[in-house]
């Protein structure tokens, strides 16, 4: 199984969080992405998963 990349082409990289306003990866798991196995890209699609709602939620909390 090869797991596909969750780039959306939306590559800025934030200064403040140090991830990709895009899809939410550090520039070392960007890096990394070809290099690793389905299991790495599992723990970092669940990391990308986790930024994700706690930027929903805090969006939320901003209402």
Request: charged share 30%; aromatic share 2%; glycine share 4%.
């Given at each position: ?7 959306i ?16 990866r ?17 723990r ?20």
């Amino acid at each position: 199984m090869t797991i596909p990349s969750p780039c959306i082409n939306v590559c800025r990289m934030d200064g403040a969080s140090g991830l990709c306003s895009g899809c939410q990866r550090t520039l070392d798991e960007i890096a990394r992405w070809s290099r690793t196995d389905d299991v790495e890209r599992l723990r970092i699609l669940a990391a990308v998963a986790a930024r994700r709602a706690a930027r929903a939620a805090r969006a939320e909390v901003a209402r």
